[in-house]
């Protein structure tokens, strides 16, 4: 069964940081992109990072860049977000998504979501 479990989230003041992990469990995450994205209140969601699967290239949103930093860890089938510097307006639920490189490009340049595998997400809130 293809499972994508996100967990990290907190609470935490501005200019803080916490590392968020999505760990996969049913398929080997290091042949597929792996995608960072979130949805705060009354928004819609979008996509915060990328790695790609097949040459480890990352992208990051304006709005995160220099701040926010995509890694994976293969060996524990799990990626990760470095989020330092938080801002209010990083409060948000996070959700990782895995899929091929295609796909996760039709989704951050071209706004073509289908995606399939999603974790259920993780509730970041900065707030002092």
């Known amino acids: 069964q293809v499972q994508l479990v996100e967990s990290g989230g907190g609470l935490v003041q501005p200019g803080g940081s916490l590392r968020l992990s999505c760990t996969a469990s049913?398929?080997?995450?290091?042949?597929?992109?792996i995608g960072w994205f979130r949805q705060a209140p009354g928004k819609e969601r979008e996509g915060v990072s990328y790695?790609?699967?097949?040459?480890?290239?990352?992208y990051y949103a304006d709005s995160v860049k220099g701040r926010f930093t995509i890694s994976r860890d293969n060996a524990q089938n799990t990626a990760y977000l470095q989020m330092n510097s938080l801002k209010l307006e990083d409060t948000a639920v996070y959700y990782c998504?895995?899929?091929?490189?295609?796909?996760?490009?039709?989704?951050?340049?071209?706004?073509?979501?289908?995606?399939?595998?999603w974790g259920k997400g993780t509730l970041v809130t900065v707030s002092s």
């Open positions: 049913g398929f080997n995450l290091e042949h597929y992109a």
């Open positions: 790695s790609s699967g097949s040459d480890g290239s990352t």
């Open positions: 998504a895995a899929d091929l490189d295609w796909k996760m490009g039709n989704y951050f340049f071209s706004g073509v979501n289908d995606l399939t595998n």
